[in-house]
T-cell receptor, first 113, second 114 residues
């Protein structure tokens, strides 16, 4: 069964203080690792999809990287508006995984001005 | 380009009643999946439909069911509601191919069972 573990559960940063969020996963054939941002009361907002080890993607202050066992979401010089819950999910290739995202519990990021 | 649209956004039901939630995927997307989100369990997969066929199902009781129409719109139904069914129900859509598909979520339907 596919599994995703995110750490830390919560992270408090000062504005401008860079850091990283971790997502460890086990999956039977990775068809994609997804990062989403979720604000309170809203649905997850798509950020990145990574498909193979060594792949990196960037968007504004965010950069996602992927290895065979984990993914990192690096946040450079964060701003208060980056405060949200960041969710990691995997899409496996096994028969029972088809079409199914397995999510981690998320990291709650708070950025103080 | 319109995103994933879910209706209703908020609803309150009584134990024992049933509820139907609706999802309109992004135009051109043929795969629709449903998730339940609660503070304790996080996001859990309910089921996925592609071209009107259920391709995968999560570990939920038979009270949870869904369907997809020929225009890719989808509905999910929960019968005999229990207090524990109170949650945010999220719909996601994608093109549905084997790889390289981005999966987008709607804003969700907040269900409260009293």
């Amino acid at each position: 069964e596919d599994q995703v573990t995110q750490s830390p559960e919560a992270l408090r940063l000062q504005e401008g203080e860079s850091s990283s969020l971790n997502c460890s996963y086990t999956v039977s054939g990775l068809r994609g690792l997804f990062w989403y941002r979720q604000d309170p009361g809203k649905g997850p907002e798509f950020l990145f999809t990574l498909y193979s080890a060594g792949e990196e993607k960037e968007k504004e202050r965010l950069k996602a990287t992927l290895t065979k066992k984990e993914s990192f979401l690096h946040i450079t010089a964060p701003k208060p508006e980056d405060s949200a819950t960041y969710l990691c999910a995997v899409l496996g290739a096994g028969g029972t995984s088809y079409g199914k995202l397995t999510f981690g519990q998320g990291t709650i990021l708070t950025v103080h001005p | 380009k319109a995103g994933v649209t879910q209706t209703p956004r908020y609803l309150i039901k009584t134990r024992g009643q049933q509820v139907t939630l609706s999802c309109s995927p992004i135009s051109g997307h043929r795969s629709v999946s449903w998730y339940q989100q609660t503070p304790g369990q996080g996001l859990q997969f309910l089921f996925e439909y592609f071209s009107e066929t259920q391709r995968n199902k999560g570990n939920f009781p038979g009270r949870f069911s869904g369907r997809q129409f020929s225009n890719s719109r989808s509905e999910m139904n929960v019968s005999t509601l229990e207090l524990g069914d109170s949650a945010l129900y999220l719909c996601a859509s994608s093109q549905g191919g084997l790889s390289g598909n981005t999966i987008y979520f709607g804003e969700g339907s907040w269900l409260t069972v009293v």
